[in-house]
């Protein structure tokens, strides 16, 4: 058996057994009681903001790439994102979406344009995410252990650093001379090509800062559809509660432990919503119904890359990612 195949599946492995973790600890008949309950409104409006966020998501890539003179149609955009997101359901991390659609926004633009596009769009995605992160523990009165706090920190101050490092001219020049995988090997030379690339958004810093509010506005719609969610199934929590577990969340869910965050997802929003004495039952409603309307509209990707087949010919994206 192939390394990256048996990491595939000791990883889906993993995921499973967190889902079976919970579905121990359940208790059906109310569980299925809440469910009858569910208000159709609210899980449609739900879903609509998801859509809302997707949309939203699109436009503020979009602007990235208009910057850097690759105007490419809303459309075509959406249809490269949603099919990113359906090959994000199963890849490793929430992350594998932004590979997905860094490799079939190439096939429509310079290459090393369009992932440069998808690293920034992703890093002030990841910043604001922090913004709201610190935001949501600085008033959750000490209620996140400590442990989940310093993660945090030092993932976010690895951000930093690598965003730092990221925004110096002098890098790939450095890599460029001193390492000769960056000027022999063809992938460390268009790993550079894509760096540089990258560097040519220092020349807009008010694109990056409306990207950064842009981020903003789709995180705080991302936590709006989870708590809309909730009231769809008469979960009364205050929506202050969701500032802090959903941003956590999704950090969470950014570790390549599970393929398509599956069972992270579900045990990070148990785990932390029972700091707010949310019961498991609460809990494992409001992240399966968000699964699900996730994967819905993955595979939504999955219907237009069947449909855009002859222009989104991805046979080879398996040798292009790695599990």
């Known amino acids: ?49 998801l859509l809302i966020e997707r949309v939203w998501a699109v436009f503020k890539w979009r602007q990235l790439l208009i910057v850097q003179g690759a105007a490419i149609s809303m459309w075509r955009l959406f249809c490269i994102y949603t099919i990113g ?7 490793p991390s929430s992350l594998g979406t932004d590979v997905a659609r860094g490799y079939y926004l190439a096939k429509s633009s310079n290459a090393a344009i369009s992932v440069a596009s998808v690293v920034v769009d992703r890093l002030m995605g990841i910043l604001s995410l922090f913004f709201i992160c610190f935001a949501s523990i600085f008033f959750s009165n000490g209620l996140l252990e400590q ?12 951000v930093i650093v690598g965003l730092i490092l990221l925004l110096q001219d002098r890098v790939p020049d450095v890599l460029e001379k001193k390492i ?21 958004f220092k020349k807009y810093p008010g694109t990056l800062f409306l990207a950064f509010l842009y981020s903003l ?7 709006v559809t989870i708590y809309v ?7 009364n929590i205050g929506i202050e509660t969701f500032f802090v577990v959903v941003p956590v969340s999704i950090v969470v869910i950014m570790i390549p432990v599970s393929i398509g965050g599956l069972g992270v997802r579900e045990g990070a ?34 219907f237009v ?5 002859d222009e989104f010919q991805g046979k080879n994206i398996s040798k292009k990612i790695k599990l």
């Open 305 to 309: 890359f069947m449909l855009y087949r």
């Open 229 to 235: 969610t909730a009231l769809a199934f008469s979960i």
């Open 147 to 158: 442990s989940i706090t310093n993660y945090i920190y030092i993932i976010f101050a690895a």
């Open 1 to 49: 058996m192939k390394r990256d195949t048996l990491k595939y599946i000791l990883k889906l492995v993993f995921g499973l057994l967190i889902i079976v973790v919970i579905l121990y600890q359940i208790r059906w008949e109310d569980f299925f009681i809440t469910v009858k309950k569910a208000n159709y409104f609210l899980l449609v409006s739900a879903f609509s903001l």
């Open 269 to 302: 929003f148990v785990f932390l919503f029972s700091l707010f004495g949310v019961s498991v039952n609460s809990s494992f409603v409001i992240s399966s119904t968000n699964s699900i309307m996730v994967t819905i509209i993955g595979l939504l990707g999955g």
């Open 85 to 91: 997101a359906f090959w994000g359901l199963f890849l």
């Open 180 to 200: 000769s995988f960056f000027s022999v090997n063809p992938i460390g030379m268009k790993l550079l090509e894509m760096h540089r690339a990258f560097l040519r």
């Open 217 to 223: 506005v789709l995180q705080i719609i991302r936590v």
